[in-house]
């Protein structure tokens, strides 16, 4: 499975930014996708997760500004609103094969996202 994101940039405070994943390959092994992130100098956290017909997961610190969601064509999307400067970090897709807190088999690259005005 590879996992491709895109979308990420430099934004201001308070605007939008939408990020992709595109996955290929043996994409029918893919139960659980997620969104993570790792800011310089601390620990790569969960942001969003999903898998198909469950109900999507938030971490409470992006809920209600944030909204994780995918397409037929397995590609994973994160709605980013409202953004803060500490949601600047270095954002990844990933794909697993079990649950939304199973390990996490399959990862993209990365996009960066900047937050700074």
């Known amino acids: 499975v590879q996992l491709v994101e895109s979308g990420g940039g430099l934004v201001q405070p308070g605007g939008s930014l939408r990020l992709s994943c595109a996955a290929s390959g043996s994409v029918f092994n893919i139960y659980a996708m997620a969104w993570f992130r790792q800011a310089p100098g601390k620990k790569r956290e969960l942001v969003a997760a999903m898998v198909d017909g469950g109900t999507p997961y938030h971490v409470p610190s992006v809920k209600g500004r944030f909204t994780i969601s995918k397409d037929n064509a397995k590609t994973l999307y994160l709605q980013m609103n409202s953004l803060k400067p500490e949601d600047t970090a270095m954002y990844y897709c990933?794909?697993?094969?079990?649950?939304?807190?199973?390990?996490?088999?399959?990862w993209g690259q990365g996009t960066q996202v900047t937050v700074s005005s």
């Open positions: 990933a794909a697993s094969r079990g649950g939304i807190w199973d390990e996490y088999d399959y």
